[in-house]
């Protein structure tokens, strides 16, 4: 009799390498408990992506494609990209995952050709996983909505199980017709130990010397906006915020803008002649943990949509800075202890946002530091990939 334990096998679809998921697909293929391998469905990723907001192509400066099994499926689709549903066509796609013979299929989006048609073929046969982050935050009422409602009732009828990332992204799911037994949690996490200090690293150090360079003395509060500038994430609202809170305040505020995007020139524009704001290009992912630590506080004051989560802020808190965000980011309710550890506002009243930047201290944000990082501790891989091996050691 062999009393071999035969090792599940899980199967991810996803479109491309994304710095923030093959961390924990490197770490669940490290402990070895079960079987991974990883489908990539936009096989023209597999050197650089494409992003329309900053348009560039974007070349991520850490490894995304290390010590996990991995394939990337042919996308034969004659306008590939993962903003469109005919962006991802991938006729190969079912023939492969049956020859893997997954326990589980985990989808990371529907909304693509050959992803949808995947999940309905797969559904009945074994068990459909899903991932995805979607909220109501950004929902408006009426016929469109109701459309939407009913189509996609329709396509949740084919997961067996959603992971859903918080609180508003299972308020979501329940909206679509899902059952609290089919919803698991697994929290949206960050490498949080890619922003630690160490002393082979000497982050703060080095952005110490960084803001030295641009002029910023070290006791002067320093906000941080480092993103895309689109209209979306109302990085022209954190400008005028800025500015009328800097005409009531003893110390004025230094704002660092960073990031690219079709706002740029609007935005430079609109800080002419203050120059206590400050415009650095984009910056990859082996700079960002300089780049929180030259705030004092970061901010993100998106108004949507579809800022579904917002892992800027993790990493934030994981460099040990307090936030501030709006109440249109989908992490508010789930990552931030207002006044605690950051500060939430509403999205539409520039005036709630002037107060809390007008109050800013020194002292008191140096305090939330401990708070912002021992809070996002809880947001990280492992639990992530604990909580996947223990859903299919039970199938």
């Known amino acids: 009799m062999n009393s071999k334990i ?5 199967a991810i679809v996803i479109t491309h390498p994304i710095q923030y998921y093959a961390p924990w697909f490197k770490l669940m293929a490290q402990r070895q408990n079960i079987i991974l391998k990883v489908f990539y469905t936009w096989s023209q990723s597999s050197e650089t992506v494409k992003d ?11 490894p995304l494609l290390e010590d996990y099994a991995y394939e990337f499926v042919e996308n034969v689709s004659k306008n590939p990209g993962s903003h469109r549903f005919f962006g991802i066509d991938c006729p190969e796609l079912i023939p492969k995952l049956k020859t893997f013979e997954p326990d589980a299929i985990l989808f990371f989006g529907w909304n693509f050709k050959s992803h949808l048609k995947a999940m309905r073929y797969f559904y009945g046969r074994i068990p459909v996983w899903f991932r995805g982050d979607s909220t109501l935050l950004d929902e408006n009422s009426g016929f469109k909505t109701r459309l939407r409602r009913l189509v996609l009732k329709v ?6 199980k959603a992971f859903y990332v918080g609180e508003a ?4 799911f329940f909206k679509h017709g899902l059952s609290e037994a089919q919803l698991v949690y697994a929290p949206h996490a960050v490498n949080n130990a890619h922003f630690l200090d160490e002393t082979h690293k000497n982050y703060n150090a080095r952005a110490a010397a960084w803001k030295a360079e641009l002029g910023i003395p070290n006791d002067q509060i320093t906000v941080v906006f480092a993103g895309k500038f689109e209209a979306k994430k109302q ?18 505020l230094r704002l660092l803008m960073i990031g690219n995007g079709p706002m740029e020139q609007q935005l430079k524009k609109q800080a002419t002649g203050h120059s206590y704001i ?3 290009p984009f910056q990859n992912q082996s700079k960002m943990p300089l780049i929180y630590r030259m705030s004092s506080i970061f ?5 949507g949509p579809g800022e579904t989560w917002g892992l800027a802020i993790n990493e934030a808190m994981a460099s040990s800075r307090p936030v501030i965000l709006s109440d249109k980011v989908g992490c508010a309710r789930d990552i931030v202890d207002n006044g605690k550890n950051g500060f939430i506002f509403t999205h539409t009243d520039v005036n709630g946002l002037v107060n809390i930047l007008e109050s800013l201290d020194l002292s008191g944000l140096k305090a939330m530091r401990v708070h912002a990082f021992t809070k996002v501790q809880q947001f990280n891989f492992l639990k992530i990939v604990e909580t996947l ?3 299919i050691m039970n199938i």
Request: aromatic content about 10%.
């Open 155 to 160: 396509v949740y009828r084919y997961v067996d």
């Open 299 to 303: 901010c993100l004051p998106s108004r």
């Open 389 to 391: 091996e223990r859903e």
């Open 52 to 62: 329309k907001t900053f348009g560039r192509e974007i070349k991520w400066d850490v």
């Open 169 to 172: 992204n299972k308020a979501y």
């Open 278 to 280: 400050t415009f650095l």
């Open 6 to 10: 035969t090792k599940k096998r899980l």
């Open 235 to 252: 990085p022209d609202v954190l400008i005028e915020a800025i500015i009328k809170a800097n005409q009531k305040r003893k110390q004025a």
